[in-house]
């Protein structure tokens, strides 16, 4: 059980931190990156705050972890200037680069990366309250979704490499960049979920202006000098500063091709309104979801328990994958709480770098008064806290609280909470589930947990059109990367994978020429003499 007086020790005092995981002086940020070289920002600088208190004598204290450039936007301007002439409407050396050249520069930044895995997983820990376990995954999936990306263009360009005869006509078929990108990623995966749009923008030829998450903005700064060492100048340009500022001025210069956004729709909407030649404008943009957890009378009430515990809980909720609303059936309703509060109990809560902790304070000011909001409204409206300590909360942390029975009328039915609460919705028929996904804004994912064929395989008919994933007995997901990762409705635009992410930041473009002695002889001699990097045959192992 977990109440107010078991929150009283969350947080620890200075000296009951193991030492490789302090964080050290506080980081005073003043560089960013454009055109291949550091600047420094003598303006105005954001406090990077953690989420993390420490216990001390005055009371809690807030850990500030230092600072970064509150960037205005004549200097996100330069920026974006910086990468356009690094483009030169794709007559630059980066967009000219051969594949196996631009793969190359990216594999110079993955080891120069990996020499800083230490500092980036204690900012990850410290910055935005996620554990270390999961901070290492998440920095080590990160380098392996740049290997698996690296693999992936060369077998796209070996595909590319031969020539293709249809009527007469001699072609050859090759993706190429599609100009200047701008990426911005979201707080939960500031590392990797950034880089999943980031380093396929790169390796096919566009130059790219990147702004940090609103959280998380401090691990990028390990990595600085690798970006600005391992490409190009202006290939790479790193902003910071707020976005109503910066990134408002680069959008409505209406000089960006490709808008990689992970965030809310409405502020994806906003923003692409700026640009002032929509019909130019290439988006892929991972938005809101409230992805649902339905359980069957006929069930596995273990395995869908242990999944709804993980899909719901992991890193606090903070996932747009998290299952965000479960649907129970009656039958089994009562037993699925029992066993779901059981596993919920046993979950560790505490500070990101201690073994087995997870349950973590929260990093968004202003996130544990919103979570107690919705919880408020729901118990007004009918629905209890079921688990013991469910919504007790001191400073920046907030202990999970499962409610049951959620009803429409409240806040909790149709919002993202984006947190730990879990919204239990009991139901008797089928039809309610299926209307709920039907009228819902979001079409992410979602999860069935159950074990008639019947049911089972009508459900899947139901959502086929209506999500981009359905998961059978196991919680909603971004991986494997290999996988096709959408949404529908206000939850996606494109689709992001290892394969699809090369394919969204590129366009394809063909060369032909009729079929005859005098234009084979002109082509051979072309790939012969290396005269094109776009004909060329070359096979990269």
Not at 327 to 345: G, I, N, S, Y
Request: proline residues 6%; glycine residues 8%; aromatic residues 8%.
């Amino acid at each position: 059980m977990t109440d107010n007086n078991n929150l009283d020790a969350l947080f620890p005092t200075a000296e009951q931190i193991p030492e490789r995981y302090r964080p050290g002086a506080a980081i005073e940020q003043r560089e960013y990156l454009v055109g291949g070289e550091l600047l420094r920002w003598d303006g105005p600088l954001a406090a990077v705050r953690s989420p993390i208190f420490l216990a001390s004598e005055q009371g809690d204290q807030q850990v500030v972890l230092g600072s970064t450039p509150l960037l205005d936007a004549e200097a996100a301007l330069a920026a974006l200037d910086a990468a356009v002439a690094a483009y030169d409407h794709g007559q630059g050396l980066w967009p000219n680069l051969r594949v196996a050249e631009r793969i190359s520069h990216v594999e110079k930044f993955l080891t120069r990366m990996r020499e800083q895995r230490e500092a980036v997983v204690r900012l990850l820990m410290w910055e935005i309250g996620k554990n270390l376990k999961d901070s290492e995954k998440e920095f080590d999936r990160t380098c392996d979704y740049i290997v698996d990306t690296i693999e992936a263009l060369k077998e796209l360009d070996r595909r590319s490499s031969r020539f293709e005869l249809e009527q007469g006509t001699l072609g050859q078929i090759r993706r190429v960049p599609l100009g200047v990108a701008l990426c911005m990623g979201p707080y939960n995966y500031p590392l990797n979920e950034t880089f999943t749009t980031l380093i396929p923008a790169l390796i096919m030829g566009n130059t790219v202006v990147f702004k940090p998450a609103k959280f998380g903005v401090l691990l990028i700064r390990p990595l600085l000098e690798a970006f600005r060492d391992s490409f190009p100048p202006g290939v790479i340009n790193i902003i910071y500063g707020r976005g109503r500022e910066t990134v408002s001025a680069i959008m409505a210069s209406g000089k960006v091709d490709v808008f990689a956004f992970i965030g809310t729709h409405s502020g994806a909407a906003d923003l692409k309104k700026l640009h002032p030649r929509p019909h130019r404008l290439r988006a892929a943009l991972g938005l809101d979801a409230k992805n649902p957890g339905i359980v069957l009378p006929q069930v596995d009430l273990d395995n869908a328990v242990s999944e709804a515990i993980t899909g719901a809980l992991s890193f606090n909720g903070q996932r747009c994958t998290a299952l965000k609303i479960l649907f129970v059936h009656q039958d089994v309703l009562e037993p699925f709480l029992d066993r779901f509060c059981a596993k919920l109990a046993a979950l560790k809560p505490g500070m990101p770098w201690l073994e087995g902790v997870a349950l973590t304070p929260l990093p968004e000011p202003g996130k544990v008064a919103y979570l107690s909001g919705l919880l408020e409204d729901a118990v007004a409206k009918g629905a209890r806290v079921v688990n013991p300590g469910g919504g007790c909360h001191r400073r920046s942390f907030f202990y999970p609280a499962v409610l049951s029975p959620v009803t429409p009328d409240m806040r909790l039915y149709q919002e993202e909470q984006f947190g730990p609460l879990i919204p239990v919705v009991p139901y008797r028929e089928l039809e309610e589930v299926i209307d709920y996904v039907l009228h819902s804004d979001y079409g992410q994912q979602l999860s069935l947990f159950g074990n008639d064929p019947a049911q089972v395989g009508r459900l899947v008919d139901a959502f086929a059109n209506q999500v981009g994933r359905i998961n059978i007995n196991a919680q909603c997901q971004r991986g494997p990367d290999t996988f096709p990762f959408n949404g529908r409705k206000n939850s996606a635009e494109g689709t992001l994978s290892v394969h699809d992410a090369l394919r969204v930041f590129s366009i394809r473009t063909l060369v032909a020429t009729k079929f005859d002695e005098r234009n084979k002889a002109l082509v051979s001699e072309i790939i012969r003499a290396r005269a094109s990097n776009f004909l060329t045959t070359d096979y990269i192992f």
